[in-house]
């Protein structure tokens, strides 16, 4: 966080414990707190449990989980912006009591990665260790003149609208994108009476590359911060190429990949585990590229057919018939190359999937431009906070 005037303060001095019950029942939103330091409704099994006892989270009050830091290497706190909630008896729930700290700033300050790390120290670094609401208290702060802290927050709120505003547009150029899908090769077609020159076919007629990579030597271990990506499951998502925690490898570990090399409009595939389906296509920024042994690179033999095979495989049908496919084998929650190779699609005329391509192709280089824009703004976010 950007704070050249300020000095660092005990945290314990600007606020204070709040413990009011639920006694009266008459909160019922339950909410737990997320590692990203966000409320969530609560997962907790709470039939038959007390709910007077929950603590009250009024709005402007911060509420906090203290007991796996040393696990989580992170204090899941946040802050209320709306109406009052209840959480775990567990939390310390608290506010700010002092009018030299705004209690929007204080909420960047907790999430700022070096609060963590402080935290973190201070369990001495225990998987078991949780925090005591003393040791929270002690921890320091950087506190600003207010109006410092008023022009922190609001650019960090503005970038942050900015980016909502992008995800938002994102939604709605996808869904456009599916609705025209749905009309050109769904809606009111029979795969039983097809019209003329459509037909139904197997994946692998249409594709030049259907394969697979491996973990590089190393494992996870060897993974870099920079360099040539590594494609994993976890950045595979339905239309959403999730770029948190993309893996990077030297020269030498991607050279013993060239045979999974990632091309510009590949679709990526997840084939294993409780992902298995997924199905994006490759974002241009992040080549070049290499696949692991749980995605799988899908190319066309011509360049047109990629969009609609990225929307064929992710349609109703193909989606079902794919996790079907993944739980029947010897191997439960997984594809086979065989598979994915003989998986029945759709094929229609040539000119019917040159349409589809061009109208949608700008919609997808859209959403990329966005993306990468919320990429850089977020990048923008940690610099301020």
């Not at 737990?32 to 603590?55: E, L, Q």
């Not at 019917?352 to 959403?367: D, T």
Request: proline share 4%; with cysteine; hydrophobic share 40%.
């Amino acid at each position: 966080m950007t704070n050249n005037n300020s000095t660092y303060k005990r945290l314990g001095d600007y606020i204070r414990e709040i413990n009011v019950r639920n006694k009266d029942l008459s909160v019922t939103k339950l909410m737990g707190i997320n590692i990203d330091k966000y409320f969530m409704p609560s997962v907790a099994n709470v039939i038959g449990t007390d709910m007077s006892n929950y603590k009250v989270v009024a709005n402007g009050q911060f509420a906090c989980n203290l007991m796996h830091v040393g696990r989580d290497e992170k204090i899941p706190v946040a802050l209320n912006t709306e109406d009052p909630i209840i959480v775990s008896p567990a939390y310390f729930v608290f506010e700010v009591c002092d009018n030299t700290l705004l209690p929007e700033y204080l909420e960047l300050s907790l999430r700022n990665p070096e609060f963590d790390r402080n935290a973190w120290f201070h369990t001495d670094g225990d998987v078991r260790g949780g925090m005591d609401k003393e040791g929270m208290k002690d921890l320091l702060i950087p506190v600003p003149p207010l109006e410092e802290q008023r022009s922190i927050v609001s650019r960090y709120k503005a970038i942050e609208t900015r980016i909502a505003n992008n995800k938002q547009t994102i939604a709605k150029l996808e869904e456009a994108a599916q609705a025209l899908y749905r009309k050109m090769f769904v809606d009111d077609v029979d795969v039983e009476n097809l019209p003329d020159g459509w037909r139904m076919g197997c994946l692998g007629e249409v594709c030049s590359k259907i394969g697979s990579g491996s973990t590089p030597k190393g494992g996870k271990d060897s993974y870099l911060t920079e360099g040539i990506s590594l494609i994993r499951s976890m950045n595979v998502f339905d239309f959403h190429f999730e770029r948190e925690d993309l893996a990077y490898i030297t020269e030498s570990q991607a050279k013993a990949l060239d045979s999974v090399t990632v091309q510009e409009k590949d679709v990526l595939l997840n084939i294993t585990g409780a992902s298995v389906g997924r199905c994006c296509m490759v974002p241009t920024d992040i080549l070049p590229a290499r696949v692991n042994q749980h995605v799988m690179i899908i190319r066309a033999n011509e360049i047109n057919y990629q969009i609609f095979l990225l929307y064929q495989i992710n349609s109703e049908r193909t989606k079902r018939n794919l996790l079907s496919a993944s739980e029947s084998g010897s191997t439960r929650e997984a594809l086979t190359k065989g598979e994915v190779e003989m998986q029945k699609i759709l094929i229609p005329l040539e000119s019917k999937i040159e349409a589809f391509s061009k109208m949608v192709e700008p919609l997808i280089k859209h959403s990329q431009i966005l993306n990468i824009e919320n990429l850089k703004m977020n990048v923008m976010l940690n610099l301020i906070n």
